[in-house]
């Protein structure tokens, strides 16, 4: 199945077009203006885009002669959207059809013209829908812990019934389930942890996750080291941006090992960071989910969701000093962990169009102190808030 959107601000015409696709069993979205387009592309992911060509700017605005047209250009340029595989025009307009046949043959996308109002273009879209890429797994939400323990039980702790799922050839194992979200929608949801603790298993992982389900966004949910002053026991960190703290070159200073650091930080989609910075404003969720655990297994103070830097690094910390080595290199680092950054780094380099999050909570401060007692209660507040924000905010 494809999915196909469908823009045109006359209704039975859109009505007509729509029907030809559910025919063939694509999943259809529609809208009446170009800003409307783009602020769906933004949000979801279309195989198909069939736009006419006059079509106004916004809702309740003037019908532009090359609406169609620059809205095809816009997808074709920008990076803010989750960009079509095809796109097809269609006009009833015999000037508008010969002012952008030249566009749309250059961009090798097809242009149909139907004098009569209506434009049967159902054969088109079947030849499309043929040519798609085949995806027999596909799921709208990838989520990923580093390890089983701990971590991925505090998923399966969600109220959901989750299904095992076994891929030829592949040795993880998957778990699957649906959520209806609270505008109504199932949403396919796929889980899995890694092998191993690490950078080098998580970007495996993950890159295997995106390339055989092409989830629209993948979370990475689980426990890290906070800094100490920024972030509580318990406390959720949303990291944007997350880098590898060991990036750089090792060489000696006035006799002394220094790490000349260099960074490449990986951020997270703005619309994301927002409304995880009005959640943390508003306090959504976060009384229910901390007094829903245990009273005297909880810390006594209120549980925090904070928004920033994450640093990712091969070694488990014990070390106050390193800590704060790594913090000089992003002053407002809030948490250091062992993934976030090989999870992003894959997403930013797969084939598909997914988003990435990376939500995990404080179980230590990276220090000689560091031990396992808040491991549950860290894992319990990170994957509780991903399925607030996967049934609510997706």
């Known amino acids: 199945m494809i999915r196909v959107l469908v823009v045109d601000d006359n209704y039975s015409k859109t009505a ?22 783009i602020k769906l592309m933004r949000e979801q992911k279309f195989e198909l885009l069939i736009v006419d060509l006059q079509i106004p700017n916004e809702i309740g605005g003037n019908v532009e002669f090359d ?37 749309f043959n250059d961009s090798g996308w ?116 906070g800094v100490e002053g920024k972030a509580n026991v318990g406390d959720i960190l949303v990291a944007d941006p997350c880098w590898d703290w060991g990036s750089g070159k090792s060489t000696v200073v006035d006799g002394e090992a220094r790490l000349l650091s260099a960074p490449h930080q ?11 910075q009005r959640i943390s404003t508003e306090r959504k969720y976060l009384d229910a989910i901390a007094t829903a655990w245990p009273a005297n297994q909880r810390p006594s103070y209120p549980l925090n969701l904070i928004v920033g830097p994450v640093a990712s690094g091969a070694v488990v910390l014990e070390n106050t000093n390193t800590v704060r080595d790594i913090v000089r290199q992003h002053r407002e680092t809030i948490g250091v962990e062992m993934e976030a950054y090989g999870f992003s780094y894959a997403i930013s380099i797969s084939s598909s169009l997914t988003r990435n999050l990376v939500v995990k909570s404080v179980c230590d401060f ?11 209660y860290a894992a319990y507040t990170s994957a509780q808030l991903t399925y607030m924000y996967i049934v609510n905010e997706l």
Not at 266 to 276: C, E, H, L, S, V
Not at 366 to 376: G, S, Y
């Open 366 to 376: 990276a220090n000689l102190e560091k031990n396992d007692d808040w491991q549950a």
């Open 110 to 225: 097809p242009l149909v013209l139907s004098q009569d109002g209506f434009v049967d273009i159902k054969s088109i879209i079947e030849n499309k829908a043929s040519h798609s890429p085949k995806r027999e797994l596909k799921a709208d939400v990838a989520v990923v812990t580093a390890l089983y323990k701990v971590e991925f039980e505090a998923l399966l702790d969600w109220e959901v019934k989750w299904e095992e799922l076994h891929v030829e050839g592949d040795s993880n194992v998957y778990y699957t389930t649906d959520i209806i979200n609270s505008r109504g929608k199932s949403l396919k949801i796929v889980a899995t942890s890694c092998s191993r603790m690490g950078m080098v298993s998580a970007a495996a992982t993950t890159m295997k996750l995106c390339e055989k389900f092409n989830p629209e966004i993948a979370i990475m949910v689980g426990i890290a080291a």
């Open 67 to 103: 609406g169609g047209e620059n809205l095809a250009k816009y997808c074709a340029g920008s990076d803010l959207i989750n960009k079509p595989l095809y796109i097809i025009g269609m006009t009833s307009h015999l000037d508008s059809f010969q002012k952008s046949q030249k566009f």
């Open 266 to 276: 990986i951020q997270i989609d703005p619309i994301i960071r927002a409304k995880f």
């Open 16 to 37: 007509a077009v729509a029907k030809s696709c559910h025919e063939l069993s694509c999943e259809v979205e529609c809208c009446h203006s170009a800003k409307e387009a």
